[in-house]
């Protein structure tokens, strides 16, 4: 038996073992249960005046469930709104993000908000409450209500620290019909303004997380929800989508050749081995 | 094809079973990334490898059949089988290439640890509040009040408040919270709270609230006995 030979059958044998550990390593699945909202890029203009426009359908639906807010004072231990339905769109430029959900009844202080991180620090969801063993940011909150007809920028890092920012970059748009309100944040996905504003990179996962106020008044003229008496949820998580990027096909393309490549070779090698 | 082939792949069908199924359900482990199974079976392949070409008839006993199998030459009904390998082989390696790139779908991996050690002025705190049943009343009244929105009236978690949480709030019934620990780790827990946690707790997701704002310690103590007594569960001692 040659040398080159030998050399020929120690890779032909890895060649088939090989087979064996690549099947093992792909029937391996990675299974994940988070929720996430993810906004796919579109063309053209963005329905940021539209909440009913038909490019909505072109994002997936995600629907988080809301709790009465329990978790600071002044509690409240029933919300109207218990499930929320957002879906996102991006055109490179700007987002929009349409926040759906039930509320029997129009009220011009019912509202709706957005919140995300700020920066690389961690903030709480609750307002950016301080944390005893980890230094956090701020938060950013889009707000919006009924009666303002506008999108306001807020900062908050703590209870009692919420402030409206000097420079305003979130536009909101809400449409009430059929016991449904549909409300559109719209803003660039970056802004000038980095320590105050969050920055919306595509293609990386951040933070989200929602709050809804119904603002109906009960028999004495109290709103029944206001302040942090709303429905809130804690952190999800948010995507504006990379354009689509083939390349992975392109080098699997390269892969499946390479391999048949080396069969050929290989075979033929051991074939002429062989008979010699 | 000899019998000799078939002791190596019966082999790594094992070692592959054992990663894959038992490895994860050893307590304390998790389990194997399928890059690391994927490296343990390379390093047996390549054992059995060179544990066979050792001495020289091995060597022949073990190249032999897959050279023929790889030639195709006097296999017979196998020859189908060899198709397959020659097809699926490209395939395969096309598929995991594909999948190295493909950059991940998934939102970052949640790899939150849901009992991490609490500061050392609470461990080894004994439950200053005597343990009769007025005490325990007392708690379980408090429980019902501050705790039961989001823990549920029957302690599992499930209460009116819940469902906007992630994490989830803990059920007290369930033997892996709070059967588990330590009484000073309650108190901890429950004065701190979700905001209290180091950062492998991920404190920015928690919504447990701060309740050292808001409660005194004794009531504190006395909660822990009332949610130990209505969940059925006792607190873990070193005794």
Redesign the interface.
């Known amino acids: 038996m040659t040398r080159g030979m030998q050399q020929m ?2 890779g ?15 029937t ?1 699945g ?1 299974a ?1 249960e ?3 909202v993810r906004a796919p890029m579109v063309k053209g203009t963005l329905p940021a005046d539209d909440p009913s426009s038909a490019v909505w359908g072109s994002a997936t639906p995600a629907t ?5 807010q ?4 002044n ?1 409240i ?2 919300a109207t709104v ?1 499930d929320l339905t957002v879906r996102a769109l991006h055109d490179g430029t700007n987002v929009a993000i349409l926040l759906e959900y039930a509320d029997p009844t129009e009220d011009p202080d019912d509202s709706a908000a957005i919140e995300f ?1 700020v920066g690389d620090k ?5 307002h950016g ?6 230094e ?1 940011g701020p938060v950013n909150i889009w707000f919006w209500k009924n009666k303002d007809g506008k999108g306001v920028d807020m900062n908050a890092k703590g209870f009692g620290t919420l402030k409206v920012q000097g420079h305003q970059d979130v536009k909101a748009k809400g449409v009430y019909a059929n016991g449904t309100w549909k409300v559109v944040f719209t803003r660039p996905l970056a802004t000038e303004h980095p320590e105050e504003d969050t920055q919306i990179a595509t ?1 990386g ?1 951040i933070n989200i997380a929602f709050a809804v106020w119904d603002g109906k008044k009960d028999a004495s003229g109290e709103l029944k929800e206001k302040g942090s008496q709303k ?7 948010f ?1 504006a989508e ?1 354009p689509p ?1 083939y ?3 392109y ?10 490549g080396f ?1 050929f070779v ?2 033929r090698k ?2 002429k081995g ?1 008979s010699a | 094809m000899g019998g000799s082939l078939l002791k ?2 019966i082999l ?2 094992i070692v ?1 079973a054992i990663l ?1 199924f038992i490895v994860p359900n050893i307590p304390g482990s998790a389990p194997l990334p ?2 690391l ?2 490296l343990y ?2 390093l047996t ?1 390549s054992g ?2 060179i544990f066979a070409t050792l001495s020289g008839e091995s060597k022949d006993a ?2 032999g059949p ?2 023929r ?5 006097n296999i017979g009904g196998l020859q189908v089988l060899r198709y397959a ?2 097809l ?12 190295s ?3 991940s779908d ?5 790899n939150r640890t849901i009992h991490p050690a609490p500061p050392g002025e609470y461990t080894g705190l004994s439950n200053p509040v005597s343990k009769t049943p007025d005490a325990i009343q007392q708690g379980k009244g408090f429980y019902a009040a501050f705790c039961s ?2 823990h549920g009236g029957n302690f599992d978690g499930k209460g ?7 994490p989830p709030p803990a059920n007290f019934s369930d033997p892996t919270t709070i059967a588990m620990l330590q009484e000073s780790y309650l108190f901890w827990r429950i004065k ?1 709270g ?6 492998e707790g ?6 447990m ?1 701060r309740w050292e704002v ?1 409660l005194p310690d004794e009531w504190i103590w006395k909660i822990i006995m009332g949610e130990y007594d209505g969940a059925h569960q006792s607190p873990r001692t070193w005794e």
């Open positions: 059958k120690w032909c044998a890895i060649a088939g073992v090989g087979i064996v550990c690549v099947l093992a390593g792909t391996i990675f994940q988070s929720v996430a988080f469930p809301m709790s009465p329990v978790h600071w004072q509690r231990q029933e218990k991180m961690k903030a709480h969801f609750a409450q301080p944390m005893a063993q980890v956090g293609g996962f429905a809130v949820s804690s952190w999800w998580y995507r990379a990027d390349s992975g096909y080098y699997a393309l390269l892969a499946v050749g390479l391999a048949l069969q290989l075979i051991l074939k062989h | 190596p792949v790594i069908g592959y894959k399928s890059s199974i994927f079976l390379m392949t059995i490898v073990f190249w897959i050279q199998f790889l030639t195709g030459e390998v020659l699926l082989f490209p395939l395969i390696v096309g598929w995991q290439t594909y999948s790139t493909a950059t998934a939102p970052p991996a949640e929105p989001c009116p408040a819940a469902r906007g949480f992630n701190k979700g905001v209290g946690l180091p950062i991920m404190p920015w997701k928690s919504a609230p808001e």
